[in-house]
């Protein structure tokens, strides 16, 4: 599975026991939780090949969330996750990968700080990486919002990633992002934004980049129904090697609230990447979903992205859509299934592909 639609599984995980009792009350405001998902999937191509080959996947996460700072400024929470998971066909694919993310949050109203440390053990597919490629990923990060006047706010952070592969024609990474926006009041519930983004990328295969993204936006509700964020402006990448590069840059994320129980999200970016091979691309994403909860038990939920991949001497397509239904059993169980679709096009015939996932999944949260 790629990797956004498994994060998304763990979201659903999380948010199944958002009322749940806590397994075990630790002092005022910490509360410590079991966790677990049991899955399988069918995958009609598990190594994303033009040739594909099909396998029954069964998957089985145990895990534990420690959430501290219950109805206080300082509140944050530790999520730890053991995957197991075992091919019916290609047992030589079994893994049993490990996950560990913190993250913790001070607001007391005019100050703003966020602080987050994950590392995570993949072992998959995407529009970049075919076969399930093991690797290993760190990313740590703080953030910060200061009111500087009562129409005037001043946000900072910092972002570092690794990214350490386990085999030979993928590069090892190390990125570094700085973004700095000022925050104007326009309106009681809408800002305006300056900004500059300074992000430097290392790798052991190709060149290194450093990319400058100078931006303007806004951010807040646009209407009763419409709220969200945008930037855009002038994106430079300059290569270590020689050659530098300009492109329209654009980051953007909106909800439409079209009922109470219904919404809309869309997404629009446009920017620089380097793929796992070393190539650097430019990367364009348009996407939406609609999600609605028709019952107090039952939500549904629909989406689709096309990703355009610009390379030095071609462009690919990367197509996905997905459907899927959630049943909430109590405040401890959910069940679900879902349905994923891919299709990867380009001029390169090798490189093409097409997917079709269907899971079942139960989550739970004690």
Known sequence: MTKSFRLSLVSVALAAGLQAAPFLAIGDGAELFLTGKLGVRSDDN???????????IFEFAPGVDLTFGKNAQLQGVLSLVDTFTSYS???????????GN???????????LGL????????????????????????????????????????AGITFAHEN????????????????????????KTDLSVGYRYRDYRVDIGSDSTDHFFNIGARGEFSPKLKGRFAIGLNTRKLDRGGDDTLLGVESGFTYEVSPKT???????NDFSTSPQGEQLKNFVVGGAVSTAISAEWAVRA???????????????????????????????RVGGSYQ??????????????????????????
């Open 89 to 99: 066909d290609n047992s030589k694919l079994n893994t049993n990968l490990f996950a």
């Open 303 to 333: 989406g689709l992205s096309l990703r355009s991949l610009g390379y030095s001497r071609r462009t690919d397509d990367f197509l996905e859509g997905d459907l899927g239904a959630t049943y909430t059993v109590n405040a401890n169980v």
């Open 341 to 366: 679709y891919r299709n990867y096009s380009s001029p390169l015939a090798a490189a093409e592909f097409k997917n079709n996932i269907f899971a079942i999944t139960a989550n739970f949260r004690y």
């Open 165 to 188: 592969y386990k085999r030979r024609g993928f590069t090892d990474s190390d990125s570094l992002s700085v973004p700095i926006d000022v925050f104007y009041k326009w309106t009681d």
């Open 116 to 155: 987050d440390v994950g590392y995570v053990e993949q072992n998959q597919n995407s529009a970049f990486v075919r076969g399930l490629i093991r690797r290993d990923v760190f990313n740590t990060g703080a953030t910060t919002e200061v009111e500087v006047s009562q129409l005037t706010r001043i946000g």
């Open 46 to 56: 598990v190594l994303l090949a033009s040739r594909a080959e099909s396998d029954l």
């Open 102 to 112: 913190f993250r913790s949050v001070f607001d007391d109203g005019k100050m703003r």
């Open 263 to 269: 919404k809309v999200d869309f997404n629009l970016s």
